[in-house]
């Protein structure tokens, strides 16, 4: 089935006057149900790929208005979803939340982790800055509870088990002596609080997933590779704990024409054998587009030229780099018989001391 005769009230198994907080209470549930590290369906991965799909077009309000009104959305229409659908979930602390850990030593952390994201931009888009929206999966403050993970203002204490630090510990004799360990506190689960009356909807946590929209400010002159970090973007902390950043790896596309090398950019132009032998002016292409380069009388196969300020945007210091020109001398492979007799007659002023054709004289001139 096509994703535009999908029912996707079906899917998060909603009614059609759903509200918003209902479609978003759904999701969450579907989300924790359905994920394959969870759920050993074959068509898990699929499930969770229709849920993700669905609450993209039923949470926006203008997008389920186009779906409830003509029966179908396309939500490839919207342009590509340029964030990774499983990106910054942070499963293995999501999971360990709500399934009881996925069998994991480390101690539980109370801080939110880093999200990783990846965009595409063009070197257009690199030149001049771009905002970018990616769809992110992440932790999120549970607003049923307010993020404290209880629904009683008294209800999270620290563990009387490790004393609040998410740590028990214990001795071991060994043939060294006797060695003290530590392992996560099984009372706490890691976390040194202890929750009475946890909250339904986050399980005491104080977070929960949730499928967002993030806008990208790209400033102009990255470099292919580089990330933009936004701080406090990546998942909630548990129970109102520092957030994680969101870290996004952008990636310039090649483009046709130009190739960049720091903040110069390079391009090739052809230049013909007169336009070598006398001087010409050309249009090429750059980055804002055509640029008038002069090409001095005596070029050779080659040669470059340098025009200063129209390289790329420079990220950190300001100003731009420049654009070098590298000219191609185009020897013909074919000549009528007026060119032939032409430049026959222009080799022979150039005297004949090794006895070679005046063409290949001629064309071991042009190449140098």
């Known amino acids: 089935m096509s994703p535009s005769t ?12 759903a509200s918003e907080a209902d479609i978003k209470k759904a999701f969450r549930r579907k989300a924790r149900e359905t994920h394959p590290d969870v759920n050993a369906a074959p068509d898990a991965e699929e499930q969770f790929k229709a849920i993700n799909e669905a609450y993209d077009v039923l949470s926006d309000p203008q997008r389920r208005e186009t779906y409830d009104r003509y029966g179908t959305e396309d939500p490839r229409s919207y342009g590509p979803d340029i964030g990774d659908v499983f990106a910054g979930f942070g499963m293995e602390d999501l999971f360990s939340m709500f399934f009881g850990g996925m069998g994991s030593s480390r101690r539980a952390s109370s801080e939110g982790r880093d999200v990783g994201a990846r965009v595409t931009i063009t070197l257009e888009e690199a030149f001049a800055g771009v905002t970018k929206e990616i769809v992110l999966n992440r932790l999120v403050p549970c607003d049923e509870c307010n993020a404290t993970g209880s629904t009683s203002a008294s209800g999270v204490n620290r563990c009387a088990a490790c004393g609040g630090s998410g740590q028990r510990q214990a001795a071991r004799k060994t043939f060294l002596g006797t060695m003290m360990t530590s392992a996560p506190c099984e009372e706490c689960g890691g976390s ?28 102009a ?37 130009i190739h960049r090398q720091g903040n110069d950019l390079h391009c090739r132009a052809v230049v013909t054998i007169s336009q070598a032998a006398l001087g010409a002016e050309l249009d090429v292409c750059g980055i804002e587009g055509d640029n008038e380069v002069s090409v001095p009388a005596g070029t050779q196969h080659g040669d470059t030229v340098r025009l200063r300020g129209k390289g790329m945007s420079r990220l950190r210091n300001g100003g731009r780099g420049d654009l070098i020109v590298h000219l191609a001398v185009e020897v013909p492979k074919k000549l009528d018989k007026r060119q032939k007799a032409l430049l026959e007659e222009l080799g022979a002023t150039f005297g004949d001391p090794e006895r070679r054709s005046k063409l290949q004289k001629l064309r071991d001139w042009l190449v140098g």
């Open 6 to 17: 999908k029912d996707y009230y079906a899917v998060l198994d909603v009614p059609r006057d």
């Open 192 to 219: 040194g609080a202890v929750v009475s009356d946890p909250c339904p909807e986050c399980s005491g946590q104080g977070r929960v997933p949730d499928r967002e929209h993030i806008e990208i400010e790209i400033p």
């Open 221 to 257: 002159g990255i470099e292919d590779g580089m990330q933009v970090r936004m701080p406090a973007k990546g998942e909630a902390g548990v129970r109102g704990a520092r957030a994680g950043d969101l870290l996004v790896t952008v990636n310039v596309a090649q483009h046709e024409y």
